[in-house]
C-alpha cells in the first residue's frame, strides 16, 4: 500500500532562513503523482505543486523549489528566505489509483513550519 | 470562479447525534472526495462520488455515509457521534479529465462531538 512519510513533525526556523521540508514515500505503482499542500490556521488545503513520477526535473517557483528523486523515494519542498506568511502545516501526498478508476490521495503527517520574526 | 463551499464550518453536537455536512464542489467538477483530519490519525480518505456513485471508500465504519445529487453537490452523514468522530472534514473536487484531476480542497467544517 501507499505510504507517505513526513519525519519532521514540527521545524521552528527564523525570517529569511532557509528551510526544507523532507518527504519519503512508498508506491508499487510506476505511474503515480505526487504533491505539496499548505494549510495555514483557517484549515483549507492550499495545492503548491503536483509532480508526475516520469518528470524528474526540479521545480522553482519564486521562494518555492522542489527536489524529486525517485531514486530514494523522496520529494523535498525547499523555502527560501522564508517569511512569517510561511507559517503552516505543510503537506506532502501521494495520488493512489483505486479498484473504482477514481485516484485518491494518501498523506503524509505533516510538518508544522513556524517562521519567527 | 467559485472555489469549493462547505456547510456548516463549525458545528457542535453531542454523543450518538446525527449530523450532515455539505459541501458545493467547483462549477462543472463532478467528481467529490471527502477527507477527515485529525490530530492522531491526520488526513484520511473517506469517500468518494463521481454522477452520484459512490466509486470508492475508505476505511471507516458504516455510521459513516454519503450522496451526491445530480448537480454535483455532496453530503456526507455520520450517525451515532462518537467522540472520536470529532475532526475537520474536508471536501475536495475534481474537473474528472483524462489523466490526473486535481483536487481542489474546500475550507472544511469543524466538528466537535461532545
Known amino acids: 500500500a501507499q505510504k507517505v512519510t513526513q519525519a519532521q513533525t514540527e521545524i521552528s526556523v527564523v525570517e529569511k532562513e532557509d528551510v526544507t521540508l523532507d518527504c519519503v514515500y512508498e508506491?508499487?505503482?510506476?505511474?503515480?503523482?505526487l504533491f505539496w499542500y499548505k494549510q495555514p490556521p483557517s484549515g483549507e488545503l492550499v495545492f503548491l505543486i503536483r509532480?508526475?513520477?516520469?518528470?524528474?526535473q526540479n521545480e522553482i517557483s519564486g521562494r518555492y523549489s522542489w527536489n524529486f528523486q525517485k531514486s530514494t523515494s523522496s520529494f523535498n519542498f525547499t523555502i527560501t528566505a522564508s517569511q512569517v506568511v510561511d507559517s503552516a502545516v505543510y503537506f506532502c501526498?501521494?495520488?493512489?489509483?483505486?479498484?473504482?478508476?477514481?485516484?485518491?490521495?494518501?498523506f503524509g503527517k505533516g510538518t508544522k513550519l513556524t517562521v519567527n520574526p | 470562479k467559485a472555489g469549493v463551499t462547505q456547510t456548516p464550518r463549525y458545528l457542535i453536537k453531542t454523543r450518538g447525534q446525527q449530523v450532515t455536512l455539505s459541501c458545493s464542489p467547483i462549477?462543472?467538477?463532478?467528481?467529490v472526495s471527502w477527507y477527515q483530519q485529525t490530530p492522531g490519525q491526520g488526513l484520511q480518505f473517506l469517500f468518494e462520488?463521481?454522477?452520484?456513485?459512490?466509486?470508492n471508500k475508505g476505511n471507516f465504519p458504516g455510521r459513516f455515509s454519503g450522496r451526491q445529487f445530480s448537480n454535483s453537490r455532496s453530503e456526507m452523514n455520520v450517525s451515532t457521534l462518537e467522540l472520536g468522530d470529532s475532526a475537520l472534514y474536508l471536501c475536495?473536487?475534481?474537473?474528472?479529465?483524462?489523466?490526473?484531476?486535481?483536487?481542489?480542497f474546500g475550507p472544511g467544517t469543524r466538528l466537535t462531538v461532545l
Open positions: 475536495a473536487s475534481s474537473l474528472e479529465l483524462a489523466g490526473y484531476n486535481e483536487q481542489f
Open positions: 508506491t508499487r505503482d510506476t505511474t503515480y503523482y
Open positions: 509532480r508526475n513520477s516520469f518528470d524528474e
Open positions: 501526498a501521494l495520488s493512489e489509483l483505486t479498484q473504482g478508476g477514481s485516484e485518491k490521495l494518501v
Open positions: 462549477s462543472g467538477h463532478r467528481s
Open positions: 462520488y463521481f454522477s452520484e456513485t459512490q466509486r
